[in-house]
């Protein structure tokens, strides 16, 4: 069976720049569908960046289109979010995960196709 690892986490500054990882076990990255998702206090878990198998070309949330930067490193196995220009509302829990399944250019945003699922790291926005 497969699993992740999250990691890079923090408190970082309006304006400012983070980068998360995910470690993958158990699956290759390079050979499924990968995602970052993010749950805000009060809020569902929402999606927020995806690279389909079938397609390579990421999809983004509108609300991250233009800062974030969805990636993977095959050789190593991990999967990047790359986080610029930060602002409040992005403090939440992001969570990476994966799938060794194609998905259609409807679904990237939906939890339920995901198998695998990193513990959640904690990214907090400060003014």
């Known amino acids: 069976e497969g699993s992740a690892a999250g990691a890079g986490g923090g408190l970082v500054q309006i304006g400012g720049s983070l980068r998360l990882s995910c470690a993958a076990s158990?699956?290759?990255?390079?050979?499924?569908?990968i995602a970052w998702f993010r749950q805000a206090p009060g809020k569902e878990r929402e999606a927020v960046s995806c690279?389909?198998?079938?397609?390579?070309?990421?999809h983004y949330a509108e609300s991250v289109k233009g800062r974030f930067t969805i990636s993977r490193d095959n050789a190593k196995n991990i999967m990047y979010l790359q986080m610029n220009n930060m602002k409040p509302e992005d403090t939440a829990v992001y969570y990476c995960?994966?799938?060794?399944?194609?998905?259609?250019?409807?679904?990237?945003?939906?939890?339920?196709?995901?198998?695998?699922w990193g513990q959640g790291t904690q990214v907090t926005v400060s003014s």
């Open positions: 690279i389909r198998r079938t397609s390579g070309s990421p």
């Open positions: 158990g699956f290759t990255l390079l050979y499924g569908s």
């Open positions: 995960a994966a799938t060794g399944r194609g998905l259609i250019s409807s679904s990237w945003h939906i939890r339920t196709n995901y198998d695998y």
